[in-house]
């Protein structure tokens, strides 16, 4: 069974980082959560991104906020895809600076990005990844997108009436 890490930078992450956890519970997939600050334990942030792929690790959800190190760090250290969810910080410039820490990465050191404190995407981008060769979890993909497709449909009814 496919495993995604979801990594903030601290615990007041984690009401963001939280609908990431609900989304991919809600596909059945598993979710190691854990608190990894690039700046104030670098050892093991070290230890996590060299290692995450040998602990039945998928696809790795880092959020972090302010100067955003955290997804780019664990991207240069693992083999792993890693999305990176900006989140909006009380040290944060409007979020800007964290969006653009995450999302303008060199050559070579790939983060997906999701938008401002966009933790639900991320954990359908980071399902989606893993329904690429996992047909159980592609098919609760579908059915998933069925259902948006099914609210949206009932919505428009609604307008007519």
């Known amino acids: ?69 955290l997804p780019g760090m664990v991207a240069s250290m693992s083999p792993l895809p890693v ?11 409007d979020g800007w600076d964290s969006v653009l820490s995450i999302l303008q990465m060199p050559g070579g050191v790939p983060v997906a990005t999701v938008a401002l404190n966009g933790a639900k995407n991320a954990g359908i981008l980071a399902a989606q990844i893993i329904g690429s060769h996992d047909k159980k979890v592609l098919d609760t993909i579908i059915a998933y997108k069925e259902e948006l497709k099914a609210a949206v449909n009932k919505a428009a009814e609604g307008l007519n009436k």
């Not at 995604?4 to 939280?18: K, T």
């Open 1 to 69: 069974m496919s495993k995604v890490a979801i990594i903030m930078g601290s615990i007041s992450d984690m009401p963001v980082m939280q609908d990431a956890i609900d989304i991919l519970k809600q596909f059945n997939i598993e979710v190691d959560v854990d608190i990894v600050s690039a700046h104030r334990t670098p050892e093991k942030l070290f230890d996590f991104s060299k290692n995450a792929h040998t602990r039945g690790i998928s696809v790795i959800i880092a959020g972090a906020g302010g100067a955003a190190h």
């Open 83 to 93: 999305i990176g969810v900006p989140v909006k910080s009380s040290n944060s410039i």
